[in-house]
């Protein structure tokens, strides 16, 4: 069994902690023995003007304009997600 795991980079989730903990709470359970994969999703932001769709790096977050068209106007789009994509047992 694999599980995937859609993960925002701005989500504190330690890959190697999260499957020890998984391998600990499903012992005697059907999940016994499953894989954790991440898949990491980068931080972005939308711009209100332009609609511009951009990634940037967080630290930057309270000086950040759209690199298209200069506007502050922006709103995190991606990065705090945290969903179980996909359950594949084989
Ligand atoms: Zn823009």
Redesign the pocket.
Known sequence: MEVCLKVGDLRDFVEEVTQKYWDYLSIGTIANGAKIKFERVPVSAI?H????IFYFEWHAKDKLC?P????SDTELYTGTELEVKEISIS
């Open positions: 711009c003007s332009c609609e511009n759209c298209l068209c200069g506007n």
